[in-house]
C-alpha cells in the first residue's frame, strides 16, 4: 500500500515535520523519583522516533511539585530538569523526529499524596472517578498555575523542544476549567463559553512572548467530554477558534477521560474519537491531530485520504512495535506486532515503568 499522505511534510511556523505520524503524550512514569528524564525515558522515545514518526511528544509533564500524575512523571519546573530534557530532545532530534513536550496539572483527578495533601480544581465539584472535594483554586492561585505552565514552556523551549502542547484534555485541570460540568465559577474563569476558554488563551497569549514566534504552541482536547452536561462538539468549535486568536498553532484532538469511564475506550475502539477530528477540521484553519484506536498504517492513511486530519497519532500500536512504521513503509505489514487493545499499557495509571504484553523491551 502506498502512503502518499501519511508521507507528506508538514510546516509550521518554521518547523518542518517530515511526514505526518505522530507519537502522542503518554504517561510511562519512566523518569526520576524527582522527574528528570532518565536512560530509560530517552531510550524508549529514541526508538520510536528513529522509525520515521515526524512528531514525538513527550508525555504528562508536571508544571509544579504537586500537579504531577505519577511518581515517576516528567518535570519541567526546576532548572534540574533542563539539562536530562535535553538529552532526551537531543535524541528525539537526532533519530529524525521533532521534539514536543506535553505540559500537564492533574487538578481534581489526582491523588492526594502527589497533590501535596490538598487536590485543587475550578470548583468544588469531585470528580466521579476520584471522589474527592478539591480545593475551589483562587484569582491569585489561578494566577499561579497559569505562570506554571508558561515557565515549563519557556523550560521546554531552553531544553531543545521545538512545540509544546498544553493538555487540555481527559478530564485533568485545563480540561476541567473548560468543561461546564467541572467549572461552576462565577468569576472572569467560569460561566461563559469565553470564560471557560480564559485560563487557556491566557497561557498560549503569555507563552508566545517567552518563547518567540518560530516555537509551536499546540493543545490537546477532549472536544467531546461524553458526560452530562460536559463539553459537547459545538462549544468546543467555539473554544477552539477562540484558542487560534489567542496564538494557538495545532489542536490535538481527543475525547472523553478519566471521568468518562469505559465509554473512552468504546469510543476509540469504533473509530469515533478519529471522527471528532473531522469534526473539528471542518470549522478551523489550523492543523489537526487525530487520536484514538488507531493500530494500524493503513487506518492513519485513510484518516488523512478521508480530510479528518492533518497529522495521525498512534500510541499503543507504537508501543507494541516502535517499527510499526518503519515496517509498513517497507512494505512488510505482517511482521507488525500488533497490539492486542488488553490496555496493560493503558491502566496502569500511577504505578512506575509502564509494561506491554506484546512489546517485552521496554
Same mark, same amino acid.
Do not use: W
Given at each position: 500500500?502506498?502512503?502518499?499522505?501519511?508521507?507528506?511534510?508538514?510546516?509550521?511556523?518554521?518547523?518542518?515535520?517530515?511526514?505526518?505520524?505522530?507519537?502522542?503524550?503518554?504517561?510511562?512514569?519512566?523518569?526520576?523519583?524527582?522527574?528528570?528524564?532518565?536512560?530509560?525515558?530517552?531510550?524508549?522515545?529514541?526508538?520510536?522516533?528513529?522509525?520515521?514518526?515526524?512528531?514525538?511528544?513527550?508525555?504528562?509533564?508536571?508544571?509544579?511539585?504537586?500537579?504531577?500524575?505519577?511518581?515517576?512523571?516528567?518535570?519541567?519546573?526546576?532548572?534540574?530538569?533542563?539539562?536530562?530534557?535535553?538529552?532526551?530532545?537531543?535524541?528525539?532530534?537526532? @533519530?529524525? %523526529?521533532?521534539?514536543? +513536550?506535553?505540559?500537564?496539572? *492533574?487538578?481534581? =483527578?489526582?491523588?492526594? &499524596?502527589? !497533590?501535596?495533601?490538598?487536590?485543587?480544581?475550578?470548583?468544588?465539584?469531585?470528580?466521579?472517578?476520584?471522589?474527592?472535594?478539591?480545593? @475551589?483554586? %483562587?484569582?491569585?492561585? +489561578?494566577?499561579?498555575?497559569? *505562570?506554571?505552565? =508558561?515557565?515549563?514552556? &519557556?523550560? !521546554?523551549?531552553?531544553?531543545?523542544?521545538?512545540?509544546?502542547?498544553?493538555?487540555?484534555?481527559?478530564?485533568?485541570?485545563?480540561?476541567?476549567?473548560? %468543561?461546564?460540568?467541572?467549572?461552576?465559577?462565577?468569576?472572569?474563569?467560569?460561566?461563559?463559553?469565553?470564560?471557560? !476558554?480564559?485560563?487557556?488563551?491566557?497561557?498560549?497569549?503569555?507563552?508566545?512572548?517567552?518563547?518567540?514566534?518560530?516555537?509551536?504552541?499546540?493543545?490537546?482536547?477532549?472536544?467531546?467530554?461524553?458526560?452530562?452536561?460536559?463539553?459537547?462538539?459545538?462549544?468546543?468549535?467555539?473554544?477552539?477558534?477562540?484558542?487560534?486568536?489567542?496564538?494557538?498553532?495545532?489542536?490535538?484532538?481527543?475525547?472523553?477521560?478519566?471521568?468518562?469511564?469505559?465509554?473512552?475506550?468504546?469510543?476509540?475502539?469504533?473509530?469515533?474519537?478519529?471522527?471528532?477530528?473531522?469534526?473539528?477540521?471542518?470549522?478551523?484553519?489550523?492543523?489537526?491531530?487525530?487520536?484514538?484506536?488507531?493500530?494500524?498504517?493503513?487506518?492513519?492513511?485513510?484518516?488523512?485520504?478521508?480530510?479528518?486530519?492533518?497529522?495521525?497519532?498512534?500510541?499503543?500500536?507504537?508501543?507494541?512495535?516502535?517499527?510499526?512504521?518503519?515496517?509498513?513503509?517497507?512494505?512488510?505489514?505482517?511482521?507488525?506486532?500488533?497490539?492486542?487493545?488488553?490496555?496493560?499499557?493503558?491502566?496502569?495509571?500511577?504505578?512506575?515503568?509502564?509494561?506491554?504484553?506484546?512489546?517485552?523491551?521496554?
Amino acid at each position: 500500500m502506498a502512503y502518499k499522505f501519511l508521507t507528506r511534510p508538514l510546516t509550521v511556523r518554521n518547523t518542518t515535520f517530515p511526514n505526518r505520524v505522530v507519537f502522542p503524550p503518554v504517561q510511562t512514569n519512566y523518569a526520576s523519583e524527582t522527574g528528570e528524564a532518565t536512560d530509560r525515558l530517552i531510550r524508549f522515545h529514541e526508538t520510536i522516533a528513529r522509525n520515521n514518526v515526524g512528531l514525538s511528544i513527550v508525555g504528562a509533564t508536571g508544571i509544579s511539585p504537586h500537579s504531577r500524575l505519577g511518581p515517576q512523571s516528567l518535570c519541567l519546573y526546576d532548572d534540574r530538569h533542563i539539562a536530562p530534557a535535553r538529552r532526551l530532545f537531543d535524541a528525539i532530534r537526532k @533519530a529524525g %523526529s521533532v521534539p514536543a +513536550v506535553q505540559l500537564n496539572h *492533574g487538578g481534581r =483527578v489526582m491523588s492526594p &499524596e502527589l !497533590a501535596g495533601g490538598t487536590v485543587v480544581g475550578p470548583s468544588a465539584l469531585a470528580s466521579p472517578a476520584a471522589g474527592i472535594v478539591p480545593h @475551589a483554586l %483562587s484569582l491569585e492561585e +489561578v494566577e499561579q498555575i497559569i *505562570g506554571q505552565f =508558561v515557565h515549563a514552556a &519557556e523550560a !521546554a523551549k531552553t531544553a531543545g523542544a521545538a512545540m509544546v502542547e498544553f493538555h487540555g484534555a481527559h478530564s485533568f485541570l485545563l480540561n476541567q476549567f473548560m %468543561s461546564p460540568a467541572s467549572n461552576t465559577r462565577n468569576d472572569k474563569y467560569g460561566g461563559s463559553t469565553e470564560n471557560r !476558554a480564559r485560563i487557556v488563551r491566557e497561557i498560549l497569549e503569555r507563552t508566545r512572548p517567552r518563547v518567540g514566534n518560530d516555537f509551536v504552541l499546540g493543545l490537546r482536547m477532549s472536544v467531546d467530554e461524553y458526560v452530562d452536561g460536559g463539553l459537547t462538539v459545538e462549544e468546543s468549535r467555539k473554544m477552539v477558534n477562540l484558542f487560534i486568536e489567542s496564538g494557538l498553532d495545532i489542536i490535538h484532538v481527543s475525547g472523553g477521560g478519566i471521568d468518562t469511564g469505559p465509554r473512552m475506550i468504546q469510543e476509540a475502539a469504533e473509530g469515533n474519537i478519529v471522527k471528532l477530528a473531522g469534526e473539528i477540521k471542518k470549522f478551523v484553519n489550523i492543523p489537526v491531530i487525530a487520536v484514538g484506536g488507531i493500530l494500524r498504517l493503513e487506518q492513519a492513511e485513510s484518516a488523512l485520504k478521508d480530510g479528518l486530519a492533518d497529522m495521525v497519532a498512534l500510541a499503543r500500536a507504537l508501543i507494541a512495535d516502535p517499527k510499526l512504521v518503519t515496517k509498513s513503509l517497507d512494505g512488510k505489514p505482517e511482521t507488525v506486532l500488533e497490539c492486542t487493545g488488553c490496555l496493560q499499557c493503558f491502566m496502569e495509571g500511577e504505578r512506575p515503568g509502564m509494561t506491554c504484553s506484546v512489546n517485552e523491551n521496554l
